[in-house]
């Protein structure tokens, strides 16, 4: 599976630290927006 592939549904370890960092990032911006 590419790395593409799995940012749309994330699996296996790399797909829970992708996750992991996808919320690290967007939280300020959820945070902005709520």
């Known amino acids: 599976m590419s790395f ?3 940012t749309r ?3 296996g370890l790399g ?3 992708m ?3 996808m919320n690290l ?3 300020p911006v959820a945070r ?3």
Do not use: C, R
């Open 4 to 6: 593409f592939e799995n």
């Open 9 to 11: 549904k994330p699996v």
């Open 15 to 17: 797909g829970k630290l």
């Open 19 to 21: 996750v992991a960092m």
């Open 25 to 27: 990032g967007h939280s």
């Open 32 to 34: 902005w927006g709520l």
